[in-house]
């Protein structure tokens, strides 16, 4: 086998047969080129009959057709591309989208970049030869397509140096390359996490962004917050996401103490009820975005919220008299108080949450307590950004 395509998909049951067959004519033998001998391996999360469509399209096909239907879609799109990689018969792994939007067509055009052996990724690539925005619904959409490609190139500007169209989810790559098993996706940009973190020889080939041919597009203001989660774990590891939830977390803190206050409710009272909403948000947020990782080493749920709620409440008894007393005294706007109080509260609280609250239930000797702090202190605030 030469070409593993991977193909992730989600309730495109009216686009996998003309899929299959364009991606066989692309693939067989021809004038043009010598063919090339691939598989499809469908990584389907659907709800709808795709997957039933695919096993019958697996039973006539010229190409070989694998399914892999999950139940539980761990990872998102990204998730489905690693597993295609894992089960996938050659290293060259080919990934594309599953409604038509990326031309099966221009598969040879990839695989004949990638056989001249001098790179490890080829990049399908929409802004090569001119910005093609047919497949974009609208202004808004090429909008939000160039400027979170710009964005994302400023924020990774050594290792992206080479590439324009970063955020592509076609291109072909060497999955030893890749290293699959060191990747940890969060969302659907997985192209972008492989760049992110690896070393990679890197070629684009321009191609055509074509319309989405049936079904509805699966972008939304979700996969947007997906995206924006997922780039500042890159750029800035574990403490930017600590610190976006917090920052989040401040602000609703803040509304809740101007809206109660502006009703004249004490502002202590109100002070203390802020706290205790944003502190169990913050929490569930927590546990989504920045931990996920370690949570499995770590105690059980209850537990690592009852560490965190203690030790929030801990520290809300700490801040709120420091508070009452810059209002006091001070002639502080409760307001900005409160502000200055949270920001002096984040580093402690992200120390005490990476190695108290998400500490392994059995963690590996080391040569002194001291030394073991301030590694693992390093490895979260760091792991897993580039800096």
């Not at 010229?62 to 290293?91: M, N």
């Not at 030893?176 to 659907?188: D, I, K, N, Y």
């Not at 944003?278 to 537990?303: C, P, Y």
Request: glycine fraction near 6%; charged fraction near 20%.
């Amino acid at each position: 086998m030469q070409l593993s395509i991977i193909v992730p998909t989600y309730n495109e049951a009216p686009n996998v047969a003309e899929l299959v067959r364009r991606i066989v004519a692309a693939t067989r033998r021809s004038d043009e080129h010598p063919g090339i001998e691939a598989e499809i391996i469908f990584v389907d999360d659907s709800t709808d009959a795709t997957p039933h469509v695919v096993r019958e399209l697996a039973e006539t096909s010229a190409i070989a057709i694998r399914l892999i239907h999950r139940e539980l879609a761990t990872g998102g799109l990204g998730g489905a591309v690693l597993e295609g990689f894992a089960v996938a018969s050659s290293d060259a792994c080919l990934v594309m989208d599953g409604d038509l939007q990326h031309p099966p067509e221009e598969i040879p055009a990839l695989w004949e970049r990638f056989e001249q052996g001098d790179v490890d990724v080829v990049i399908a690539s929409r802004y090569r030869g001119g910005f093609s925005a047919e497949g974009l619904s609208d202004r808004t959409r090429v909008l939000v397509s160039k400027v979170s490609t710009a964005v994302t190139r400023a924020m990774f500007p050594i290792k992206l140096k080479d590439v324009s169209d970063p955020m592509t989810g076609f291109f072909l790559i060497d999955r030893r390359a890749a290293e699959a098993e060191s990747l940890t996706p969060r969302g659907f940009k997985i192209l972008l996490e492989i760049l992110a973190r690896k070393n990679l020889r890197i070629a684009e080939v321009p191609f055509h962004f074509a319309g989405r041919r049936a079904g509805q597009s699966k972008a939304s203001v979700r996969q947007g917050m997906h995206f924006l989660t997922q780039l500042a774990a890159l750029r800035f590891g574990k403490m930017s996401l600590f610190a976006v939830i917090g920052g989040l977390g401040a602000l609703v803190n803040l509304a809740i103490v101007w809206a109660l206050t502006s009703f004249d409710v004490n502002y202590i009272a109100a002070a203390i009820i802020a706290a205790e909403t944003t502190i169990i948000g913050n929490f569930l947020l927590q546990e989504r975005f920045v931990f996920h990782d370690m949570k499995d080493e770590a105690s059980g749920v209850w537990s690592r919220f009852a560490k965190s709620f203690t030790f929030n409440n801990a520290e809300l008894l700490i801040r709120i008299p420091i508070v009452a007393l810059m209002v006091s005294a001070g002639h502080i706007s409760v307001v900005i108080a409160t502000a200055i109080t949270l920001i002096v509260a984040f580093v402690v609280r992200f120390v005490f949450h990476s190695l108290v609250v998400y500490a392994p239930r059995k963690p590996g000797a080391v040569s002194s307590a001291a030394r073991r702090f301030v590694e693992e202190l390093d490895e979260q605030a760091m792991s897993p950004g580039e800096l």
